[in-house]
């Protein structure tokens, strides 16, 4: 089979997942610039240990469709064990290891054992993939406390960036060197956002066991939002300390590089998933954009607000739409890629339109200024065209709905029946304000 076959074959299995179109979106986006800026993937030690099959068949269906991340690994249960085993006592002060020279012996046996691993593995599976231990991160001693660990202080990614050009996935081990040659213990996560920062891929991509960041619920947080969300999820008890300072990594790398950049969490089995479908699966983390609030038409954007509408449901707006709705509030990410528009001409809230721009699908921007509108609005009802690809969202965001054969309605923080009723009633009988035409 010649790989344009392979990768079509792949695409019509990623068909399950999600639509032609937007796959074909993704592999568009993430092999331009030559692929060189894919992604970097960082694997924890526990991966390794429990997962290294899915995360196998990931690398390798990535490889197909002619995508080469780069992979930084760690090591953590495997260094603990041998450790423990070998009797030295493992120390960590404010969690991080304290690496004397016994310590780094093992640390670096451990790593590059570990590393051969995942390459012979992969190479076995027939993914081309190349070792890298030493020679990336240069470093200086952190502090006396910590003995031999290091603090980043460049990066040297061109054998690298060579190995993707040749297809074959770097594998990178969590060591360094100081400017005197001495070998020094790096964390993992601190590794892959230094590269992160150098290389500025489209994606990195933290794989863990959880497959995300938790709730207070302890369910998936699809999307986080830094501009929106950031101060909201530090200042909760629920969010754990080691999710905080990942948040907090994440953060910092996020504000360096530029807004192309973006950061999932997922699990190994469902890479593809997360990167090729504009739902995802696991949690994805941008800069994203600030979300304004309008209460009236003079003070937002008309023309780009038309242009944001038109281009999403592919047919002009009513001509006198602005004239003629009674706005409540308008929610409107400040590039206008995403927004939501509730009117009040009605007992109970009405959501009159919610758009993304194609481009911004997949980034999270929709689901916060959903989020943003639900806040400040726990009454709504809104109607849905019954073939509308959104509508498995809406049945997931509502109390209750109603299928017809043109609309779907949808309501929330509605209880009673002869209001639910009356607000059914209400969408089904609303004119269009979206012309049936499409646009030239």
Not at 256 to 263: C, K, L, M, P, R
């Amino acid at each position: 089979m010649t790989n344009h076959k392979v990768k079509e074959t792949i695409v019509r299995l990623l068909n399950n997942m999600g639509s032609e179109s937007e796959i074909r979106k993704y592999l568009k986006r993430f092999s331009s610039n030559e692929g060189m800026k894919f992604a970097i993937i960082k694997v924890g030690g526990a991966i390794l240990k429990d997962d290294i099959d899915n995360l196998v068949s990931s690398l390798s269906f990535l490889q197909q469709v002619g995508l080469t991340p780069i992979v930084v690994h760690g090591a953590g249960p495997q260094l603990n064990a041998q450790l423990e085993q070998e009797k030295i006592e493992a120390e960590f002060i404010e969690g991080k290891r304290v690496t004397n020279s016994e310590v780094l012996k093992v640390a670096r046996k451990v790593f590059i054992s570990e590393n051969h691993n995942l390459v012979n593995t992969l190479k076995n599976a027939g993914v081309d993939a190349a070792s890298f231990y030493s020679g990336i991160f240069e470093c200086e001693l952190e502090n006396e406390t910590l003995g031999l660990v290091g603090t980043i202080q460049s990066v040297h990614d061109h054998d690298l960036i060579e190995s993707v050009r040749n297809g074959a996935i770097p594998v990178v081990s969590p060591l360094g060197e100081t400017e005197q040659g001495q070998i020094v213990n790096i964390n993992a996560d601190t590794a892959t956002l230094a590269l992160a920062k150098a290389i500025e891929p489209y994606k990195v991509v933290f794989l863990t066991g959880t497959g995300g960041i938790l709730g207070a619920d302890e369910t998936l947080i699809p999307a986080i939002s830094l501009q929106n969300d950031y101060d909201y999820l530090m200042q909760q008890s629920w969010l754990h300390s080691g999710m905080k300072l990942k948040l907090q990594q994440i953060y910092e790398l996020l504000n360096h590089v530029s807004n192309a950049t973006s950061v999932s969490i997922t699990k190994p089995s469902l890479v593809a998933k997360e990167l090729f479908t504009d739902r995802g699966s696991g949690t994805l983390v941008n800069k994203g954009e600030k979300i304004h609030q309008f209460n009236d038409w003079q003070h937002l954007a008309q023309d780009k607000l038309t242009g944001l509408i038109e281009s999403s449901f592919g047919h002009h707006l009513q001509r006198h739409y602005f004239e003629q709705t009674q706005l409540h509030r308008a929610y409107v990410t400040e590039c206008y890629r995403a927004a939501t528009i509730v009117t009040n001409d009605y007992a109970v809230p009405y959501l009159d339109k919610f758009v993304v721009e194609d481009s911004a699908k997949g980034e999270g921007l929709g689901t916060a200024v959903w989020n943003t509108m639900l806040h400040d609005n726990p009454q709504l009802f809104w109607r849905a065209s019954s073939h509308n690809p959104i509508n498995k969202f809406y049945f997931s965001m509502a109390d209750g709905f109603i299928r017809g054969n043109e609309w779907n309605v949808f309501w929330r923080g509605v209880d009673d029946f002869s209001l639910i009723q009356s607000c059914v009633q209400q969408a089904i009988n609303r004119p269009r304000t979206v012309n049936s035409g499409e646009l030239s």
